[in-house]
C-alpha cells in the first residue's frame, strides 16, 4: 500500500514539475519545510538540507538540494538569495573538540553561491555578491563583488 501511495506521488510531481525528487520531498513540498523553519515569505528549501542551530533565512530565497546551513554559530541569510545544491556554511569548526569555535556567518540580500561551494565560519557576504561554483571562501566578500575559486579570489 506504501509503495503505491508514493508511485501515485512520484506520478504527480513528474508530471506537474517534470522532475525525480528524494522520497522527503515527494511527501513535503518546499515551501512546507521553509515555513516550518520559519524562513521568510517565498522561500524554497529542499527537504533533505541539513539545518542546524540558529538559522534565518530571509524573504524569497532559494535553497537547493543536500545543502548545509549550520547555525550552531549563528547564521543570517537575508532576502532574494540563492543557495544552490551542494553548498556548505559552518559557522564552527570542532579542530579542538573540548573548545569548538563558533563564530557567525552573515549573506546579506541578492547573494548568489555556487554549487557545491564552502564557506567558512565568520564570513560576511555583502550584498548583491556572486561566488562561483566548487569555491571555498575563507574571507569576507564586499557587495557587487565575484568571487571564485579555492580559495575564492576576486574576479574582474
Partial sequence: ???????????????????????????????????????????????????????????????????????????TIKDNCTISAGVHIYTHNSLDRVNIKRKPVNIEDNVYVGPNSVIQMGISVGQGAVIGALSFVNKDIPEHEKHWGIPARRQV
Avoid at 524569497?60 to 548545509?68: A, E, H, K, L, T
Wanted: aromatic share 16%; charged share 25%; hydrophobic share 35%.
Fill in 1 to 75: 500500500m506504501i509503495k503505491f501511495y508514493f508511485s501515485i506521488l512520484r506520478f504527480f510531481k513528474k508530471k506537474k514539475y517534470d522532475r525525480h525528487v528524494p522520497l522527503g520531498d515527494l511527501i513535503f513540498d518546499r515551501s512546507n519545510t521553509a515555513n516550518f523553519y520559519k524562513f521568510g515569505e517565498g522561500t524554497s528549501c529542499y527537504n533533505n538540507v541539513l539545518i542546524i542551530g540558529d538559522v534565518k533565512v530571509g524573504k524569497n530565497c532559494w535553497i537547493g538540494p543536500n545543502v548545509i546551513l549550520d547555525g550552531s554559530g549563528g547564521l
